[in-house]
């Protein structure tokens, strides 16, 4: 009965991804559509004649070709003799089977030449050849011409230059004839030959297949690359297991493999030599393993064998420290054992699967179906480049049905949990928007009181200070006063009485102030800015003597304009106040300057006066609170600290600019409340 349900659950997880099975197949065939033949070549000759490029398209120089061990013949070898070969080679296919006293332990080192003669259709099409990678070096002949040579092709190691690069080489047929002869050496590999396979069409057909074939391993590395950093976001901001952080390490590793087999993408990017794209061909490959197994543990901990974790880790390292410190030479009979282990695992694997499906983890079933599907792949794939079939790599396929079933399995279990935490959030979010109004109001009513009572503390300070001074001038002048006999003398004692009166009258009223910008609510109302300026200025005719003192207005208010009266009164007022406190008594033509732009916006209010100026050093500190700038000043050097801070209430700006001797400008700007 359990059998049965387990085989049920496979087969649905299989049914729910067998349209992307089917998109991938097809994906596949149309990636093959090219390689598609029925002939080969027989004891050294591959008849075309009856075929057609623009119906049957690329062919694969694939059968016997004529195999020459131990001689490097160039074409005008064949043409002065009858060379009759050592045998026939077939190609694609490793040399080590057919040269002599070769055993699975022995190096394929040597030389041979390897020749084809191709029969072709009549076309006035370039033709050209597609060369992936031959180990581990050679040299190209066609019709009795050198087209190239890769690496550098000799008869012992020292002079012989290794070196992996696939070619496009084109190809003109003479007489319908390609005469072609291929030099071959190998000191450097454990395997040697013509190994890939050698393509011939049109020019425009190679050229289209090669980009095709360029621009999907770019794909699948970008695609895989793009998985493991989307793994690794999610590992670094969810620490609540590391199978996210050994899953993105696996995609990584795979995304690997794409630029260093086949056309050998990396070669677009950088320039590196065939031994260092071995290793890390190899290296990509062994260290799957290992992080797979990780991964695999993490996600059903339950079923995975710590012991045979450390098992699997244990049996990788001696492969993995091959891949990285030793040759090619060396690292490639590891191959064989590696990939035995490899499907020792896979199965072990797959047993572990199917145990997680029995205890119904999570996702289990779609990660059983995933790896189904890659372990058939992983077998196909050996299977193909090792020659022993002749297929189509399948790897990537099985890996992104993997990756679909992995993201499958991670959604639904971020979904399981998202559904837990949102009922827990529903408990609990009327709690928090109850206890964070509370808080927000809380807080910031201590942030306001905390202000107030620095601000209140710092204002009793100094304006005790500042009422104790007159005052006490005030009690001696009125004991001069009682003993003063001279009626213009005690006259004189009672302007100054009136002097410190008025003073501090002002101070109280710059308090008043700031108490009543600090505590009243906003309150917008429209104002003619000119009317509003000329009383002002008016209230203040009289006042310090300023008689003399010039006054002009200049106000554009081509639109309504809307702001707290009260606060502007105290703007306006200050600001007229300081310009006519601090004229300058020796300047023939004083003047103060009132400036006004309205616009929808805002309102734009320019203060200049030609008084005594205020020195730079001064500029910085003036709108400090009790900021006076010489002790000779008559003021609290609290005005301009009331200005600024209802400036600010109204939601504008305010800035100064001066020079001693030459005057002061205050530049405000306050929002049009009117179109807001």
């Known amino acids: 009965m359990m059998k049965n349900s387990v085989f049920r659950l496979i087969l649905f997880s299989l049914a729910g991804i067998k349209r992307t099975v ?23 000759i591959l008849d075309l004649r009856n075929r057609s490029w623009a119906k049957n398209g690329i ?125 071959v050496a190998n000191f450097n590999y454990s395997i040697g030959g013509l190994w890939d396979v050698i393509q011939l069409g049109t020019q425009e057909q190679i050229i289209i297949y090669r980009i095709k074939n360029i621009a999907q391993d770019f794909f699948i590395t970008g695609s895989f690359f793009l998985i493991g950093i989307f793994y690794l976001v999610i590992y670094f901001f969810f620490r609540r297991g590391r199978s996210p952080l ?107 699967y199917m145990c997680a499906v029995k205890h119904s983890r999570v996702g289990s079933v779609y990660f059983l179906a995933g790896f189904i599907i890659l372990f058939i792949t992983i077998i196909n794939d050996i299977l193909y480049t090792t020659l022993i079939i002749h297929s189509i790599n399948l790897l990537y396929a099985g890996l992104y049905i993997l990756v679909i079933c992995q993201a499958t399995t991670v959604a639904k279990q971020f979904f399981q949990a998202f559904i837990k935490i949102e009922k827990l959030n529903k408990q609990l979010e009327q709690i928090n928007s109850e206890l964070n109004t509370k808080n927000d109001m809380i807080n910031e009513t201590n942030e306001q009181l905390n202000k107030l009572n620095a601000e209140l503390d710092n204002l009793v300070f100094r304006t005790s200070h500042d009422l104790k001074s007159p005052i006490t001038s005030m009690l001696a002048m009125t004991e001069v006063i009682k003993m003063e006999a001279d009626k213009d003398k005690k006259n004189e004692y009672v302007d100054f009485q009136k002097k410190i009166i008025l003073r501090l009258d002002a101070l109280i009223n710059e308090i008043l102030q700031y108490a009543k910008n600090k505590s009243t609510a906003l309150q917008y109302e429209p104002i003619n800015l000119e009317e509003f ?107 301009l600290y009331i200005v600024k801070e209802t400036v600010e209430k109204l939601g504008g700006t305010i800035r100064v600019e001066s020079q001693v001797g030459v005057g002061t400008s205050f530049f405000i700007v306050i929002p049009n409340a009117a179109y807001s």
């Open 59 to 183: 062919i694969n120089l694939d059968g016997e070709w004529a195999f020459y061990w131990n001689k490097l013949y160039t074409p005008a070898s064949f043409d002065s003799a009858q060379l009759t070969p050592s045998v026939y080679a077939v190609v694609p296919g490793f040399w080590n089977s057919i040269i002599p006293n070769q055993s699975w332990f022995k190096p394929a080192f040597g030389y041979a030449t390897y020749r084809l003669k191709v029969l072709c259709p009549p076309s006035d099409k370039q033709l050209a050849l597609e060369f992936l990678t031959i180990a581990s070096t050679y040299k190209l002949f066609v019709n009795g011409k050198q087209l190239t040579e890769i690496g550098k092709v000799g008869t012992s190691e020292a002079t012989t230059t290794p070196a992996y690069q696939p070619m496009l080489i084109t190809v003109t047929p003479v007489n319908n004839t390609l005469d072609i002869v291929i030099q």
């Open 246 to 352: 050994y899953f993105a390490l696996f995609c990584i590793l795979i995304g690997f493999r794409p630029l260093v087999t086949g056309e050998l993408g990396i070669n677009y990017i950088t320039s590196l030599s065939w031994q260092f794209i071995k290793h890390v061909e190899f290296l990509s490959v062994y260290l799957t393993v290992p992080v797979l197994s990780l991964f695999s543990y993490e996600l059903f901990p339950r079923e995975f064998s710590k012991k045979m974790l450390r098992y699997i880790l244990f049996i990788s390292i001696p492969f993995i420290v091959a891949a990285i410190f030793t040759s090619p030479f060396i690292f490639r009979y590891t191959l064989r054992p590696f990939q035995l282990f490899m499907i020792l695992t896979s199965c072990y694997g797959l047993y572990v």
């Open 22 to 44: 089917f998109l991938l197949t097809l994906l596949l065939a149309i990636s093959c559509c090219y390689s598609q033949q029925h002939t080969t070549a027989v004891k050294g």
């Open 533 to 639: 300026i000329q009383n002002a200025l008016q209230d203040q005719l009289f006042s310090y003597r300023s008689e003399k003192i010039k006054r002009m207005i200049e106000v554009s208010q081509p639109c309504v304009f809307k702001t707290d009266k009260t606060r502007l009164s105290m703007i306006i007022n200050n600001l007229i106040s300081n310009g006519l406190k601090h004229h300058n008594k020796e300047q023939e033509n004083p003047y103060l300057k009132i400036v006004v732009h309205v616009t929808e916006k805002e309102a734009t209010i320019e203060v200049t006066d030609n008084g005594q100026g205020i020195a730079q050093e001064h500029l910085d500190h003036i709108f400090t609170k009790f900021y006076r700038v010489n002790t000779k000043s008559a003021g609290s050097g609290f005005g």
